[in-house]
């Protein structure tokens, strides 16, 4: 309980003594809280859970040590179609990291910036994000300040990059041009030991909790997760991240498999494209990709000979709404 002792009741701000004690009890209290906190996680029946806070430096590095550039980013839309959908808030981090050991180091700048969508923001998406009419009203996010932003980035990641990437590029088409790498696909959270890939439950295994969607709480959030190690793989979650940059990346179209073969398919993480008519995987790799074929021609052609088509997606082009390079393998 923190009591106002001020001379004069009915003043509504503080007088300089009460605002010093005021800030000691507040001090107190928080390391009362904290001391409670530490005796909590040592006992088996409870979890903990902090407040992330916001901090612009992760890690020193050493002067002359070579860092890159990248970005997290996330954004509010009025709905879940690119085509006809607007971006209404668009929050990015531009950090540092070393690419060898996928080290997080600081923040060089934040971005957070609302967009009138030039018509209402449907009332179900305004009941996730929060953001109104009101709040976006006359709002326009600066154009030239994304591109200046942008320049010398390497990664933009995004956690779950194919629904953000199609808006962003739809309104900055200069992200068309940018490596994209997504938190949720490029990491194997399940091989890790997690059993979801939701950034609101990932954060929380390693003991914090934040206001979620809103984009530069989100990005905070992702950034702080990207530097935690992961269990299994004893790496950062940011450097299992980069390494898919590295692998060539194709999408496998089991075109003409047989309908009884769906439930196989499904099983083995394809996903079926309605437009197409077709059931599709991504794989990584010139090995993967070998297996895949293999797998499809005992498994759902019988043996039998079969054609099937490969596209090839580099960081420039997967999880974009843009094609790769289509080609017919026969297996």
Not at 204 to 228: I, M, P
Request: charged residues 25%; proline residues 5%.
């Amino acid at each position: 309980m923190v009591f106002w002792l001020c001379a004069d009741p009915s003043k509504r701000q503080p007088s300089r003594p009460c605002l010093t004690l005021l800030t000691q009890t507040t001090q107190t209290m928080t390391q009362d809280f904290e001391q409670l906190a530490q005796q909590l996680e040592q006992h088996p029946d409870y979890r903990v859970l902090r407040r992330l806070t916001p901090t612009p430096m992760f890690n020193t590095p050493v002067p002359g040590q070579r860092l890159s550039k990248g970005v997290v980013l996330d954004t509010e839309t009025t709905g879940f179609d690119a085509q006809n959908d607007r971006v209404i808030e668009l929050g990015m981090l531009v950090f540092e990291f070393d690419p060898i050991s996928g080290m997080v180091y600081r923040v060089l700048d934040v971005f957070d910036e609302l967009e009138d969508p030039g018509f209402p923001i449907p009332p179900a998406t305004t009941a996730v994000h929060h953001i109104t009419d009101e709040m976006v009203q006359g709002q326009r996010i600066d154009d030239a300040r994304v591109a200046s932003l942008m320049q010398g980035v390497e990664v933009v990641i995004a956690h779950n990059a194919a629904f953000d990437r199609p808006f962003v590029e739809a309104r900055w088409p200069l992200f068309e041009q940018l490596n994209w790498a997504c938190s949720i696909k490029d990491i194997d959270w399940r091989e890790e030991g997690f059993g979801s890939a939701k950034l609101e439950y990932l954060l929380s295994t390693q003991g914090y909790f934040y206001e979620a969607h809103r984009a530069e709480a989100d990005c905070w959030a992702l950034l702080a997760l990207l530097s935690h190690i992961l269990p299994q793989s004893q790496r950062t979650a940011l450097l299992a991240l980069l390494e898919t940059l590295n692998q060539a990346q194709q999408k496998v179209y089991a075109v003409g498999s047989p309908f009884e073969t769906k439930d196989m398919l499904k099983a083995r993480n394809y996903r079926w494209s309605a437009e197409l008519r077709c059931w599709s995987r991504l794989v990584s790799g010139d090995q993967e990709l070998q297996e895949e074929l293999s797998w499809l021609k005992r498994k759902v052609y019988g043996e039998r000979s079969a054609r099937v088509e490969v596209e090839s997606l580099g960081g420039k082009v997967r999880y974009s709404s843009r094609q790769g390079h289509k080609e017919v393998v026969t297996i």
